[in-house]
């Protein structure tokens, strides 16, 4: 003991450690969404459930497995790179989702749904851009 206490919060939790994917921001965002719209994805009818249904929890699940080895990662810019792609494809399946006219998911949904995504999307783009100002190159593979 160095004389000073360790910091617990008021649910009894340590705080994460500074580098801990628990403190990025984008992390935080995702696990919102994902606690705002894995509950609307799971009322989606019967027949939707192998379908629609389970390529959107896939793909949300698919990000934060993403952003986690990603800030684990000694290389991040093209991990963000990749972060980016499966955001534009689960932007692609929520309209799909909301085009077929489908009750399951309402128009009030599918915009804050929308607007939490491209927030989501922001908060990436500028994890890119923070990787391009460092001067880290996406690596290719050699010929």
């Known amino acids: 003991m160095n004389g000073t206490p360790d910091f617990v919060s008021p649910t009894g939790q340590k705080p994460a450690a500074l580098g801990s994917v628990e403190n990025l921001l984008l992390f935080q965002k995702l696990e919102g969404f994902i606690d705002y719209f894995e509950p609307i994805v799971e009322r989606f009818p019967s027949f939707e459930r192998y379908a629609m249904r389970t390529y959107i929890k896939t793909c949300m699940y698919r990000i934060y497995e993403l952003i986690i ?55 990436n783009g500028g ?15 050699r010929k």
């Open 69 to 123: 080895r990603t800030n684990s990662s000694a290389n991040k810019r093209q991990g963000w790179y990749d972060i980016d792609v499966e955001l534009k494809i689960l932007k692609g399946y929520l309209r799909r989702s909301r085009k077929r006219g489908s009750p399951y998911l309402s128009k009030r949904s599918y915009e804050h749904a929308g607007k939490m995504l491209a927030e989501i999307g922001r908060l």
């Open 127 to 141: 994890l890119i851009n923070r990787e391009k100002a460092k001067g880290n190159s996406v690596p290719y593979a």
